[in-house]
T-cell receptor, first 115, second 113 residues
């Protein structure tokens, strides 16, 4: 089974609108971390936000927030007030305590912001 | 503090040759990861090194290999290059622990002709 599933290959959003990028994960571990990365067309991978499995509050970083629903095993990224510079690939990732430092990445979602 | 560095930036090889890619992690990071990203696709996990040992490898043939040196820098070797090996190869490093994100290098663009 896939550890990380991103079901939206491509998404479009109007500038200044909010958008949600979906991510579901599969683990039997109680202790894990969830991450989102952004990859612009230039290729570099940029860390956006982190959510720990024991964190009760949803993580927020500026215009990024992580909608963490533990029972549903989902960790959706919400980008508010989209900007043209948000157009990029977005990857969801997980790290389980039981496997130490192994990272698992999803297949990514391509986001295009329309002016 | 210096980030993850990779060399070379670009590498052009012909089919059948060998390629060597290098990565230097952030100081203090013991784990190094290698990923292959073919054009327009996601990250495919290649190899993970920690404390000089190979901890895990992805679903790639044995001609993809590597090592980690005592200073935690790492090398990825690809033997008998094939056209489909053309991709962006990303290296990342991390501290130990589930809460630590990976820091990525700028990548090496390998082109096999």
């Amino acid at each position: 089974a896939q550890k990380i599933t991103q079901t939206q290959p491509g998404m479009f959003v109007q500038e200044k609108e909010a958008v949600t990028l979906d991510c579901t994960y599969d683990t039997s571990d109680q202790s894990y971390g969830l991450f989102w990365y952004k990859q612009p067309s230039s290729g570099e991978m940029i860390f956006l936000i982190y959510q720990g499995s024991y964190d009760e509050q949803n993580a927020t970083e500026g215009r990024y927030s992580l909608n963490f629903q533990k029972a549903r095993k989902s960790a959706n990224l919400v980008i508010s007030a989209s900007q043209l510079g948000d157009s990029a690939m977005y990857f969801c990732a997980m790290r389980e305590a039981v496997t130490g430092n192994q990272f698992y990445f999803g297949t990514g979602t391509s986001l295009t912001v329309i002016p | 503090e210096a980030g993850v560095t990779q060399s070379p930036t670009h590498l052009i090889k012909t089919r059948g040759q060998q390629a060597t890619l290098r990565c230097s992690p952030i100081s203090g990071h013991t784990s190094v990861y290698w990923y292959q990203q073919a054009l327009g696709l996601g990250l495919q996990f290649l190899l993970w090194y920690d404390e000089g040992e190979e901890r895990n490898r992805g679903n790639f043939p044995p001609r993809f290999s590597g090592r980690q040196f005592p200073n935690y820098s790492s090398e990825l070797n690809v033997n008998a290059l094939e056209l489909e090996d053309s991709a962006l190869y990303l290296c990342a490093s991390s501290l130990v622990g589930k809460g630590y994100e990976q820091y990525f290098g700028p990548g090496t663009r390998l082109t096999v002709t």
